[in-house]
């Protein structure tokens, strides 16, 4: 999918700066990956190194094309809680290429509408911006946290689009995953 934005962007709303990375981000960023409650519809927990090597696919996706999954700073609360925002998936399935919408906070910022808060301005940029069609979303069928996030900012699902991840093992826990639409 050839789709970048020339600028690179930072985005802020009442509470949330979403800007690229820094070093220091990255040993919150572990921690959030190392625990089992953020990472429990994912394969599992990341190592550190695991979770550096995400965090270096997610500055290669900045790189190549603009935007991706902003580090998420709460001014005079938190300087990293995770991270909000738009990516193309690098697996192949029937609603690709496409534009994704994700996030991932660490437990202490859950609970505050932050998730919410965040997805809506990287759904007016992936508008605004990047002019596009449609965002969508996925995850694991039982992730009600996040599908919540999904039907507060307006995506709709339909049965019919549910897939399952085409790089994990049949029988796997977060193999069958939701897909989620929202028109722009
Ligand atoms: C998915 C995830 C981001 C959702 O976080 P969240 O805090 O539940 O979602 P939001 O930030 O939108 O917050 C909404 C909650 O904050 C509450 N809230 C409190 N103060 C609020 C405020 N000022 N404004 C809005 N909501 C507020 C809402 O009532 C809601 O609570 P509820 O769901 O119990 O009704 C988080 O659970 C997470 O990071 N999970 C691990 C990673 C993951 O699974 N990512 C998705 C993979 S696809």
Redesign the pocket.
Known sequence: MNIRSTRLHELSTDRLRLRRWLPSDRAPFAAANADPR?????PAPLSREESDAAADRIEAHFEARGFGLWAVEIPGIAAFA?FIGLAVPAFEAHFTPCVEI????ATP?????????GARAALGFGHDVLQLAEIV????IG?L??R??ME?IGMTHRQADDFDHPLLPEGHPAKNLSLVRCPL
């Open positions: 953020v990472m429990e519809y994912f995770g994700g996030w991932r906070l910022y859950w609970g505050h509408g932050y998730a919410t808060e979303s996925f995850t694991a992730n946290r996040s919540r996030v507060r």
